[in-house]
């Protein structure tokens, strides 16, 4: 066994520090794994999912080799040389023919690991591709859009510090999202004076230890959140005097709220309205409260305005930019942005954050429009298994000229691409994330490789730089000037001739990260290369906040040296390393808006609450009496970056969880198997009794209905595949996120 060795778990974003001894015959099984406590967010802590990255690392899915459709659809093995020279040509051609917008990039990074859509820039870049996507535009780009608009920034509740903590549409014991989730939730419900409300239809393991839980109709946030803010100015608990320091809008958002009828809207959500005042109260009551919004309202009805009335909830309580509030922390590279002026070739959408909605990209491909998608390159992503529709997504992926995966293993996706190309694991090159929310003290983890890479597949770093070179972009010459600057003159010299370049060539931006990573990148310690990325970037953010890095002990005289510092703590720390130590008011400074105030209205979305008070329920057809959850997060479940169904502890086929009433009143048994049936699809379901759902509730789990290769080779599929049962025209008129949590269903027993 060798020396316990610092990486981070990838199952979840929060990258949580670990050690991993290696063993196995040839060294090269994960075989102990233990929290690391120099980590300095997770500090030791994990959770039961981290002890199975194994199954991440060995698996009979592994891609070793690049993979090449042949026309009678099987895939050939095929040398790199061939698969570069191929894959540059083909895109070349689409580019030529109809115009680098009409190929669409999506991916870059998942859970663990964002550098390889830093690489994609210049090949982005060489390709003239202007659109992209990736699961955050099935997510939390109505989110951002809200944040951007009112605040000019993104910012996160401070749970460690908070005295009330919310939680909307979230379940962070098993899902996490916070640093030491479950020590925090624990903390929380265990000291007298800090509170905890849940809001969410189902019984969760979050929601028992909290001190109001809000079983909300499923799909009917939007008319809660109203109550609740309707109660705050109903009952004149409002921090007046904040929000008229800091915020400008209001009084045009006030007339909506009080015209909220608070025993309407909480009869909407099936609640009781002393609980809903009781819950109102004691948000405006506390000294710092902190909220989260996640999946359970950005993937449902209303989900846009839900994100809007969270924020004034926020408002209204003064909760912002102090100790235990929403506070905006630091970045190495910001990750929300807001909405552009651009809109989606066929359909206009809007483009969020740099991300065409998620939703539309099937229709972006099947229509005969001429400046649709006509080429996709998909690197760390799984479409094909996690956008709405599979059905659609496959026949959109079919239809495409071209279509090339990057992945580690034989997904879903690559099964639809023409090519395929085979990449490191996160294990066998340097990788990290810009998952970076934390404050005071936030965190950045460059990880170092655990294990050389099998001599058949490349990192994206190399990939892409190689893509560059057969596309004939590299500029040879400037990489021999950058590597004599370095040789001769070492970074301040490669530093000077870098910025140059980047001012005589404005327009070739793009090529920055594969000339960093051709340069820059053959002078860092062994198996850091991968990390050149990375240096303008901890200049960018030496510039940004000097004084939070200083704060954090990492010293400079000028913004140059502070850069180098910092850049060189990202290299020399594995186990992760405070970058930025801040202060909560720092906040303030980091608005974003002109005036640096918080604008309570968003004029869309303000229309879309007046419309509230009228509108009908979401109309129920007798043929789906059930709202379906397709995609809950459990203790085994983790996207589909674990592809083996071995590793799951427990809930192994990832059961359909159902109200025992329900099963009694139609004769189907628990632990038995019945037909899910929505208006796009049907799957078979093992069934799960639990008194935790609502009676007229179905969940099911995410990211499992996954195949894998049994030892004989053929593929069996463990669990159903919640997209088999989504449509992808279910989704939020303002910015496309789908409506996975409230999906029509029916139950049928199975003959
Ligand atoms: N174990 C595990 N952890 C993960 C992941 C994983 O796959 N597995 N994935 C990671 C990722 S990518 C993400 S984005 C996060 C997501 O993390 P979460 O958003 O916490 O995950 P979900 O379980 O999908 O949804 C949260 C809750 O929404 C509730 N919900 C359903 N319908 C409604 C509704 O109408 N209203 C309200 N208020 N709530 C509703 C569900 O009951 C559920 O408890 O988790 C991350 N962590
Ligand atoms: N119905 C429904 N659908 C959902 C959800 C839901 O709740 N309900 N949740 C959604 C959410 S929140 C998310 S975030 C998405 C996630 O969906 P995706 O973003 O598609 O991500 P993953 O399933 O995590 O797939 C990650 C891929 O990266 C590959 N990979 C792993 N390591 C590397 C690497 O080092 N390099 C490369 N190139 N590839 C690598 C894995 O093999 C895998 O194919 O799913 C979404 N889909
Ligand atoms: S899955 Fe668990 S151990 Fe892994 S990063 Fe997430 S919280 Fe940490
Ligand atoms: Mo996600």
């Given at each position: 066994m060798s020396d316990w060795k610092p990486t981070a778990c990838i199952l979840c974003e929060c990258n949580c520090g670990v050690e991993v001894q290696l063993g196995g015959d040839d060294g090269r099984v994960l075989e102990r794994i233990r929290g690391d406590r120099a980590h300095p967010s997770s500090r030791g802590y994990l959770c039961q999912k981290a002890g199975t990255l194994d199954h991440y690392q060995n698996?009979?899915?592994?891609?070793l080799s690049p993979m090449r459709r042949r026309p009678d659809g099987s895939f050939e093995p095929v040398d790199w040389d061939t698969a570069i020279r191929d894959v540059a040509a083909r895109l070349q051609a689409v580019r030529d023919t109809h115009g680098g917008t009409t190929i669409l990039y999506y991916g870059g990074g998942g859970q663990g690991n964002h550098l390889p859509g830093g690489y994609a820039t210049t090949t982005r870049g060489a390709l003239g591709i202007r659109f992209r996507s990736n699961a955050l535009a099935q997510e939390k780009t109505g989110e951002f859009w809200v944040s951007h608009e009112m605040f000019g920034a993104h910012a996160r509740g401070d749970f460690e510090h908070c005295d009330v903590a919310v939680f909307l549409g979230k379940n962070p014991w098993q899902s996490h999202s916070i640093p030491r989730a479950r020590a925090v939730l624990k903390e929380i419900a265990r000291d007298p004076d800090r509170q905890m409300i849940v809001i969410d239809p189902v019984r969760t393991e979050t929601a028992e230890l909290?001190?109001?839980?809000?079983?909300?109709?499923?799909?009917t946030d939007a008319w809660l959140l109203a109550a609740l803010l309707g109660v705050i100015l109903e009952e004149r608990l409002a921090d007046e005097t904040w929000l008229s320091e800091h915020t400008v809008g209001f009084d045009a958002v006030r007339p909506a709220l009080e015209r909220v009828s608070v025993a309407d809207a909480r009869a909407r959500c099936g609640l009781d309205e002393t609980l809903v005042r009781q819950a109102a109260r004691v948000m405006a009551g506390a000294d710092r409260l902190a909220l989260f919004e996640d999946l359970g309202v950005q993937m449902n009805r209303h989900s846009t305005l839900v994100s809007y009335l969270h924020r004034l909830l926020w408002l209204v309580t003064g909760s912002f930019g102090k100790q235990g509030s929403q506070v905006v922390p630091t970045h190495i590279r910001a990750l929300a942005r807001g909405r552009s002026a651009r809109t989606t070739p066929v359909l206009g959408a809007p483009i969020i954050s740099g991300l065409v909605p998620c939703n539309v990209i099937p229709e972006e491909i099947l229509t005969d429009h001429p400046d649709r998608y006509r080429a996709m390159i998909v690197e760390s992503a799984n479409p094909a298994h996690s956008l709405a529709d599979s059905q659609k997504m496959r026949e959109a992926l079919q239809a495409l000229e071209f279509s090339v995966v990057i992945d580690v293993a034989m997904t879903e996706t690559a099964r639809e691409a023409d090519y395929v190309l085979p990449t490191a694991t996160q294990y066998e090159k340097a990788e990290a994330t810009f998952f970076t929310f934390e404050v005071p003290d936030n965190t950045f983890h460059l990880r170092h490789p655990l294990l050389s890479a099998p001599a058949t597949v490349l990192p994206e770093a190399e990939i892409h730089a190689r893509l560059a070179e057969a596309m004939e972009v590299m500029p040879t010459e400037l990489v021999d000037e950058l590597r004599e600057a370095l040789r001769t003159g070492g970074r301040p010299a490669f530093a000077h001739r870098f910025q140059q370049a980047a001012t005589e060539r404005s327009d070739t931006r793009w090529l920055a990260p594969a000339l960093l990573y051709r340069t820059l990148g053959e002078t860092l310690p062994e198996g850091l290369d991968s990390a050149a990325l990375l240096w303008p970037l901890a200049h960018q953010c030496a510039r940004e906040y000097p004084d939070s890095i200083r704060r954090a002990g990492i010293e400079g005289d000028n913004a140059f040296a502070l850069g180098e510092a910092l850049f060189e703590a990202i290299l020399t720390s594995p186990s992760g390393f405070v970058f930025t130590r801040d202060d909560h008011a720092a906040s303030w400074d980091r608005l974003g808006t002109p005036d640096g105030k918080i604008h309570a209205v968003i004029p869309e979305l303000l229309v879309e609450l007046n419309r509230l008070h009228s509108e009908a329920p979401a109309p129920q057809a007798d043929a789906f009496p059930f709202v379906l959850a397709a995609g809950e997060r459990r203790a085994f479940t983790a996207n589909t970056i674990n592809r083996n169904p071995a590793w799951r502890g427990r809930d192994a086929e990832g059961a359909l969880r159902v109200h025992p009433d329900d099963l009694t009143r139609l004769g189907l048994d628990d632990g038995g198997m019945a037909r899910l049936v929505t208006r796009r699809g049907a799957v078979e379901v093992r069934l799960e009794g639990s008194d935790r759902m609502q009676v007229g509730q179905l969940a099911l789990p995410n990211g499992l209905g996954v195949d894998y290769p049994q030892s004989d080779g053929t593929r069996r599929q463990a669990g159903a595949s919640p997209n088999e049962l989504t449509a992808a025209e279910d989704r939020d008129p303002f910015v496309g996120t789908p409506w996975h949590k409230s999906v029509p269903a029916r139950l049928e027993a199975i003959e």
């Amino acid at each position: 066994m060798s020396d316990w060795k610092p990486t981070a778990c990838i199952l979840c974003e929060c990258n949580c520090g670990v050690e991993v001894q290696l063993g196995g015959d040839d060294g090269r099984v994960l075989e102990r794994i233990r929290g690391d406590r120099a980590h300095p967010s997770s500090r030791g802590y994990l959770c039961q999912k981290a002890g199975t990255l194994d199954h991440y690392q060995n698996h009979r899915d592994r891609l070793l080799s690049p993979m090449r459709r042949r026309p009678d659809g099987s895939f050939e093995p095929v040398d790199w040389d061939t698969a570069i020279r191929d894959v540059a040509a083909r895109l070349q051609a689409v580019r030529d023919t109809h115009g680098g917008t009409t190929i669409l990039y999506y991916g870059g990074g998942g859970q663990g690991n964002h550098l390889p859509g830093g690489y994609a820039t210049t090949t982005r870049g060489a390709l003239g591709i202007r659109f992209r996507s990736n699961a955050l535009a099935q997510e939390k780009t109505g989110e951002f859009w809200v944040s951007h608009e009112m605040f000019g920034a993104h910012a996160r509740g401070d749970f460690e510090h908070c005295d009330v903590a919310v939680f909307l549409g979230k379940n962070p014991w098993q899902s996490h999202s916070i640093p030491r989730a479950r020590a925090v939730l624990k903390e929380i419900a265990r000291d007298p004076d800090r509170q905890m409300i849940v809001i969410d239809p189902v019984r969760t393991e979050t929601a028992e230890l909290a001190d109001i839980h809000l079983a909300v109709r499923p799909g009917t946030d939007a008319w809660l959140l109203a109550a609740l803010l309707g109660v705050i100015l109903e009952e004149r608990l409002a921090d007046e005097t904040w929000l008229s320091e800091h915020t400008v809008g209001f009084d045009a958002v006030r007339p909506a709220l009080e015209r909220v009828s608070v025993a309407d809207a909480r009869a909407r959500c099936g609640l009781d309205e002393t609980l809903v005042r009781q819950a109102a109260r004691v948000m405006a009551g506390a000294d710092r409260l902190a909220l989260f919004e996640d999946l359970g309202v950005q993937m449902n009805r209303h989900s846009t305005l839900v994100s809007y009335l969270h924020r004034l909830l926020w408002l209204v309580t003064g909760s912002f930019g102090k100790q235990g509030s929403q506070v905006v922390p630091t970045h190495i590279r910001a990750l929300a942005r807001g909405r552009s002026a651009r809109t989606t070739p066929v359909l206009g959408a809007p483009i969020i954050s740099g991300l065409v909605p998620c939703n539309v990209i099937p229709e972006e491909i099947l229509t005969d429009h001429p400046d649709r998608y006509r080429a996709m390159i998909v690197e760390s992503a799984n479409p094909a298994h996690s956008l709405a529709d599979s059905q659609k997504m496959r026949e959109a992926l079919q239809a495409l000229e071209f279509s090339v995966v990057i992945d580690v293993a034989m997904t879903e996706t690559a099964r639809e691409a023409d090519y395929v190309l085979p990449t490191a694991t996160q294990y066998e090159k340097a990788e990290a994330t810009f998952f970076t929310f934390e404050v005071p003290d936030n965190t950045f983890h460059l990880r170092h490789p655990l294990l050389s890479a099998p001599a058949t597949v490349l990192p994206e770093a190399e990939i892409h730089a190689r893509l560059a070179e057969a596309m004939e972009v590299m500029p040879t010459e400037l990489v021999d000037e950058l590597r004599e600057a370095l040789r001769t003159g070492g970074r301040p010299a490669f530093a000077h001739r870098f910025q140059q370049a980047a001012t005589e060539r404005s327009d070739t931006r793009w090529l920055a990260p594969a000339l960093l990573y051709r340069t820059l990148g053959e002078t860092l310690p062994e198996g850091l290369d991968s990390a050149a990325l990375l240096w303008p970037l901890a200049h960018q953010c030496a510039r940004e906040y000097p004084d939070s890095i200083r704060r954090a002990g990492i010293e400079g005289d000028n913004a140059f040296a502070l850069g180098e510092a910092l850049f060189e703590a990202i290299l020399t720390s594995p186990s992760g390393f405070v970058f930025t130590r801040d202060d909560h008011a720092a906040s303030w400074d980091r608005l974003g808006t002109p005036d640096g105030k918080i604008h309570a209205v968003i004029p869309e979305l303000l229309v879309e609450l007046n419309r509230l008070h009228s509108e009908a329920p979401a109309p129920q057809a007798d043929a789906f009496p059930f709202v379906l959850a397709a995609g809950e997060r459990r203790a085994f479940t983790a996207n589909t970056i674990n592809r083996n169904p071995a590793w799951r502890g427990r809930d192994a086929e990832g059961a359909l969880r159902v109200h025992p009433d329900d099963l009694t009143r139609l004769g189907l048994d628990d632990g038995g198997m019945a037909r899910l049936v929505t208006r796009r699809g049907a799957v078979e379901v093992r069934l799960e009794g639990s008194d935790r759902m609502q009676v007229g509730q179905l969940a099911l789990p995410n990211g499992l209905g996954v195949d894998y290769p049994q030892s004989d080779g053929t593929r069996r599929q463990a669990g159903a595949s919640p997209n088999e049962l989504t449509a992808a025209e279910d989704r939020d008129p303002f910015v496309g996120t789908p409506w996975h949590k409230s999906v029509p269903a029916r139950l049928e027993a199975i003959e």
